[in-house]
């Protein structure tokens, strides 16, 4: 069955940068795109862009642009998420998902990454 | 970026009710409209795309509709496990949105 399992929770400093994993299995990498999506606390959720395993194109959505970074490893089947220069309101659960085959609508989604950004 | 307004934000009711959530685009969307459903603490899950087309594995009590710029999702026998947070989001223009959520309690 599909599976996207990511990396443990993590706490930084302002400023840093922070790298989420995701792990695929289950189904060829590199034929579905996978995008990242991000949920504050007690907000809702916010698309942050979207990749193709297969050749490496990113979308991000304008306000993550010079921030973030989406790459993918496909002799592990992992995506990445970078995200630079954080800020407090940058705390959020982090979750990767598969999209439907050309599409910004997705049918699987990782458990989800908390990142805890505070002095 | 097109703005994606859910209402209510919040409704109450009760096991066996039927229910109905709105969800309005500033812009026509077409179709391209997804609806999904996240228990506290997990990870959304894809009910319905393409505005009404039912995702394999959700039980058929879930219906989506609507076209252009007003869209509802339709639960017509509320079970226990319904009880959740719904939200919509639309692919038809860059970037994808989300709407804030509407959260289904019990009465």
């Known amino acids: 069955q599909v599976q996207l399992v990511q990396s443990g929770a993590d706490m930084k400093e302002p400023g840093a940068s922070v790298k989420v994993s995701c792990k695929a299995s289950?189904?060829?990498?590199?034929?579905?795109?996978v995008s990242w999506m991000r949920q504050a606390p007690g907000q809702g959720l916010e698309w942050m862009g979207w990749?193709?395993?297969?050749?490496?194109?990113?979308v991000y959505a304008p306000k993550f642009q010079g921030r973030l970074t989406m790459t993918a490893d496909a002799s592990t089947d992992t995506a990445y998420l970078e995200l630079r220069t954080l800020r407090s309101d940058d705390t959020a659960v982090y979750y990767c998902?598969?999209?439907?085959?050309?599409?910004?609508?997705?049918?699987?989604w990782g458990q989800g990454t908390l990142v805890t950004v505070s002095s | 970026a097109i703005q994606m307004t859910q209402s209510p934000s919040s409704l109450s009711a009760s096991v066996g009710d039927r229910i109905t959530l709105s969800c309005r685009a500033s812009?026509?969307?077409?179709?391209?409209l997804g609806w999904y459903q996240q228990r506290p603490g997990k990870a959304p899950i894809l009910l319905i795309y393409?505005?009404?087309s039912l995702q394999s594995g959700v039980p058929s009590r879930f219906s989506g509709g609507g076209s252009g710029t007003d869209f509802t999702l339709t639960i017509s026998s509320l079970q226990p496990e319904d009880f959740a947070t719904y939200y919509c989001?639309?692919?038809?223009?860059?970037?994808?949105?989300f709407g804030q959520g509407t959260k289904v309690e019990i009465k």
């Open positions: 998902a598969k999209a439907l085959t050309g599409r910004y609508q997705y049918d699987h």
């Open positions: 812009q026509a969307i077409g179709n391209d």
């Open positions: 393409d505005t009404s």
């Open positions: 289950g189904y060829t990498f590199t034929s579905y795109g």
């Open positions: 990749m193709s395993p297969y050749n490496g194109n990113t």
């Open positions: 989001l639309q692919e038809h223009d860059y970037p994808p949105t």
